[in-house]
């Protein structure tokens, strides 16, 4: 077996809050493998979030270790962690948050500018990625010109600009309706299989859950696996 793209070792997470203290994350352990989907479910205040935003580098864990390709994150400093997100982190959210005022190849080019890609060679490369995810007639389209499955397939392309090794996502289809959320995540999982992407994707929906490779349920701060022929939580 490979490697795991994203490995956690007794991550936790605890805030304080107004009552004191809370941890929503007691110790959790998970590797995902390049190519893997995996699902994590629960209800909502559970931690997904904070599990997601621990492993894409966007928060820091109050103890544990997270490492990706291998690499311990722990000591990195903000900037190397910064580059080390945009290099290697794909983010895809419940709602889109395109720029309104870019069209689809513009945002989907976008990382790839901040990453360094020249103007002209960014633009191709996200109108190959549009044209890929059934796009090639939305490329100059803005958002607000588009449909909800239409924007979040652009966020797709977006999320995995950079050739990310990691994709997080958080509740990617639902602001969709079934059928629309059917399709995201159809995408989504063939760019998963093609791209040998791990993918992190927290969800409510039970029914898309079932078609991952493995699903988790968080509950009170420890991730139990969950056999694919009773996934509920």
């Given amino acids: 077996m490979s490697s795991p793209v994203l490995s956690l070792r007794g991550v936790t ?61 722990g000591a990195l400093d903000e900037r190397a962690r910064t ?17 309104p005022e870019f069209d689809a190849r513009d945002n989907v080019a976008l990382p790839m500018r901040i990453a360094g890609y020249p103007e002209a060679e960014a633009r191709a490369r996200a109108e190959a990625s549009l044209a890929s995810l059934g796009l090639a007639e939305r490329t100059r389209h803005q958002p607000a010109q588009m449909s909800g499955g239409e924007q979040q397939r652009v966020a797709l392309a977006r999320a995995l600009a950079n050739g990310p090794r990691l994709l997080l996502a958080d509740e990617p289809t639902g602001n969709l309706d079934p059928a629309t959320s059917q399709t995201v995540f159809e995408t989504l999982q063939k760019l998963v299989k093609d791209t040998g992407v791990a993918a992190l994707i927290a969800t409510h929906n039970m029914e898309l859950a079932g078609h991952m490779d493995r699903v988790f349920a968080l509950k009170d701060g420890h991730l139990e696996e969950r056999p694919a022929e009773g996934r509920e939580y």
């Fill in 13 to 73: 997470r605890t805030y304080k809050t107004g009552q004191g203290e809370l941890t929503v994350l007691k110790g959790v352990d998970l590797d995902i493998q390049p190519g893997e989907l995996v699902g994590l479910i629960g209800p909502s205040g559970s931690g997904k979030s904070s599990l997601l935003h621990a492993a894409g580098l966007l928060e820091r864990p109050t103890s544990g270790e997270i490492r990706i390709d291998g690499e311990d994150v």
């Fill in 83 to 99: 580059r080390l997100r945009l290099r290697s982190v794909g983010f895809v959210y419940q709602f889109h948050h395109l720029l």
